[in-house]
């Protein structure tokens, strides 16, 4: 599995060490386990999740640099009411 060179190794060590948030640190540590060589199935494993999920990570991370592997849910705020509902 190819990644990208955003971060070196100890970066992305050192940023999982770092997450406060645990989704955000198995993102960093699924990408720096495929960084070492592992496969996404030996990644999975480690993680654990699934094999896609690891693959779907590295994608990212690889188009979007280290900003993709944040968690970002807490920061949306979801949809605007309707006029209707606020009436």
Not at 34 to 61: C, F, M, N
Request: hydrophobic residues 30%; positive net charge.
């Amino acid at each position: 599995m190819a990644v990208g060179d955003h971060l070196t190794l100890n970066e992305l060590r050192r940023r999982a060490r770092k997450a406060k948030d645990p989704i955000e640190k198995d993102r960093f540590l699924a990408v720096y386990h495929a960084k070492r060589g592992l496969t996404a199935k030996e990644v999975a494993r480690i993680i654990p999740d699934t094999r896609r999920w690891v693959q779907a990570t590295v994608r990212r991370y690889n188009q979007e640099g280290s900003e993709a592997l944040k968690d970002k849910r807490h920061q949306t705020r979801g949809r605007s009411p309707s006029p209707r509902e606020v009436s």
